[in-house]
């Protein structure tokens, strides 16, 4: 039996164009996602073993959706239930105003956010939890559309810990590594929320730009604000982005989630994939930055990174073994040992299929991921 692929329809424009193109006026094996379908209540177009999720569709219209079709009807809540695009700093932080900091209390992530906790992080209302697995479904689609746009071995993630200050020396590192990285041509990725992950994005953002104007944007950062606590974290990120937009062909994307709602999402994150389901986030980083793991010091749930990547190379989860890059030798050899645990578990066998560097130096971090890629 020949399988079938359905064609996405993510937005009006591509409604429009697949209807010019229909075949004897009837639109087969299409997924339509969020579309408003009122520009064409008017037309004899039919449907056929089509998907319909969260459309508006006039009353004209569903007269012809033939019985083999399936409509989710739009669900209402608190978030999207079917977005049909990753998030932005425009789309997470709807109604924030970078000059009015207590906005943030009523912006679009804040407000998600109160929703989460206030049904429970494990939701016991079974409309709460069809619509929040439905909403990361599509979360998902729409990352892997983005990361189509890559090799997989051009995914590369950066680990580390969320309390990361902003002057801090390996906050500055972390930054020119991703920076250089994304200039050649990697997609930087990260858990998308503040520290050793906002330097991750923060890099790929002024990729293309002078050391000068990194160094002023750091500065910028710095003022306001050390750490995600502060009261200006998130303005001053703001204003980095108005004084120093983004070069539209660099991107990287930040995944983090509810789970850790009090952390925000950094914005300098041009692609945001926001989850419900830590699970799902925690697993799926690993599971995409099959161009190499860049670890950086962090504490628990660093570590805890760091023996499931070393799980998933032992065993080529994914095919292949993937570089695992330790960006401080005192850190990862004295504080928490987990480099040398690793060594000593190669050398007795237990681990296979490692790829173990470890140095101080940004500019080694670059030269093995790219020279391995």
């Known amino acids: ?74 669900i209402r809540m608190p978030f999207n239930v079917f977005p049909n695009a990753l998030y932005n700093a425009e789309t997470l932080y ?36 069809l619509t929040r697995s439905i909403h990361d479904h599509f979360i998902s689609d729409a990352m892997y559309d983005l990361l189509s746009n890559y090799g997989e071995r051009s995914v590369v993630g950066i680990m580390g810990g969320h309390s990361l200050k902003r002057d801090d020396e390996g906050y500055r590192k972390i930054v020119l590594i991703s920076k250089e990285l994304t200039e050649k041509g990697v997609l930087m990725m990260s858990g998308g929320g503040p520290g050793a992950m906002e330097a991750t994005h ?55 989630t509810w789970f850790y709602g009090h952390e925000p999402a950094t914005p300098f994150a041009s692609d945001i994939a926001k989850y419900f389901d830590n699970s799902i986030r925690e697993d799926g980083i690993l599971a995409i930055a099959k161009g190499g793991i860049i670890y950086t010091p962090g504490s628990a749930g660093t570590i805890q990174e760091v023996f499931q990547d070393a799980a998933q190379n032992h065993y080529c989860t994914f095919g292949y073994a993937s570089p695992m890059v330790f960006l401080g030798e005192e850190f990862f050899t004295k504080e928490v040992p987990v480099y040398p645990f690793i060594q000593d578990m190669v050398a007795r066998g237990r681990y296979k299929n490692m790829i173990l560097s470890i140095t101080d130096n940004p500019a080694e971090v670059v030269d093995t991921i790219i020279n391995w890629k």
């Open 94 to 129: 709807k109604g924030y105003d970078p000059e009015k900091e207590d906005s943030f209390n009523s912006c679009y992530d804040t407000l998600v956010y109160q929703h989460y906790i206030s049904e429970g992080k494990q939701a016991k209302d079974i409309k709460e939890t």
């Open 202 to 256: 923060l890099g790929a953002w002024m990729a293309g730009r002078s050391i000068q104007e990194v160094d002023d944007a750091l500065k910028i950062l710095c003022d306001a604000s050390l750490s995600f606590n502060g009261g200006k974290w998130l303005s001053s990120a703001f204003q980095v982005m108005r004084k120093y937009p983004r070069d539209k062909k660099y991107r990287s994307l930040g995944i983090p």
């Open 1 to 74: 039996m020949e399988r079938i692929l359905y064609k996405e329809i993510e937005t009006n424009e591509g409604l429009l164009e697949a209807a010019k193109n229909a075949k004897s006026g009837v639109l087969e094996h299409f997924a339509f996602q969020g579309i408003d379908f009122s520009a064409l209540k008017n037309s004899e177009l039919g449907f056929k073993d089509c998907l319909f999720f969260g459309c508006l569709i006039p009353n004209e219209l569903q007269m012809r959706i033939k019985d083999d079709c399936v409509v989710f009807p739009n």
